[in-house]
């Protein structure tokens, strides 16, 4: 079984930076992509960043130049890196790893971004 806990969420202003942290734990011997979604109220969970064990990382168009995903194999964690965030990009962001067949969540944290 594996859990995934996300920290670094807040309150930031338009401009502003914060940088998602993501810990898995328990049997993660075959863990491979990881990602981070978000959701907003009203709307449908949507990717915004996806880190492969092999392979190029991919964004969506929304963030692409301002986040940036990184992965650290050793401690089992994953990274989302938001510069210039904009009040659009408010909404529950939750941590995504594919386990050999599973796909496990996070319980997801705040990001609010004010004008």
């Known amino acids: 079984q594996v859990q995934l806990v996300e920290s670094g969420g807040g309150l930031v202003q338009a401009g502003g930076s914060l940088r998602l942290s993501c810990a898995a734990s328990?049997?993660?011997?075959?863990?491979?992509?990881m990602a981070w979604y978000r959701q907003a109220p009203g709307k449908q969970r949507e990717l915004v960043a996806r880190?492969?064990?092999?392979?190029?990382?991919n964004y969506s168009d929304s963030v692409k130049g301002r986040f940036t995903i990184s992965r650290d194999n050793a401690k089992n964690m994953v990274f989302l890196q938001m510069n210039s965030l904009k009040p659009e990009d408010t909404g529950v962001y939750y941590c995504n790893a594919l386990v050999g067949t599973y796909l496990y969540w996070g319980q997801g944290t705040q990001v609010t971004v004010s004008s």
């Open positions: 328990g049997t993660i011997f075959t863990m491979k992509a």
């Open positions: 880190i492969p064990t092999i392979g190029s990382t």
